[in-house]
């Protein structure tokens, strides 16, 4: 059972910046899609970015294209999230998840994707 553990969440002002890492537990998430989701209050978890096991595919939303940046390091078993020029709108629970892809270097994009889901990390923007 692989097991994800976001950090790196906090209150920014707007224009800041922030870097999430999502740690996996077991190695063979280096084999793994990724992907980061965020919910914001009331509303449903959408998609933020995704990114192909090998790190040379990477899909994101036309809300934060430009300003976040997903990368990984497979050795570390940590994926990273690097937000800069946060908006209030920004502000969420960010998921990481993970999903087996049997070498595919694919990218996911629904959440109905992954398999396996991090307990989440707040992030607070500040108008």
């Known amino acids: 059972q692989v097991q994800l553990v976001e950090s790196g969440g906090g209150l920014v002002q707007a224009g800041g910046s922030l870097r999430l890492s999502c740690a996996a537990s077991d190695r063979t998430v280096s084999t793994y899609a990724m992907g980061w989701f965020r919910q914001a209050p009331g509303k449903e978890r959408e998609f933020v970015v995704a990114?192909?096991?090998?790190?040379?595919?990477?899909y994101y939303s036309n809300s934060v294209k430009g300003r976040f940046t997903i990368s990984r390091d497979n050795a570390k078993n940590t994926v990273y999230l690097q937000m800069n020029s946060l908006k209030p709108e920004d502000t969420a629970v960010y998921y990481c998840a993970a999903r087996s892809t049997y070498y595919s270097d694919s990218y996911y994009l629904g959440e109905s994707d992954y398999g396996y889901w991090g307990q989440g990390t707040q992030v607070t923007v500040s108008s």
């Open positions: 990114i192909s096991w090998s790190g040379s595919s990477t």
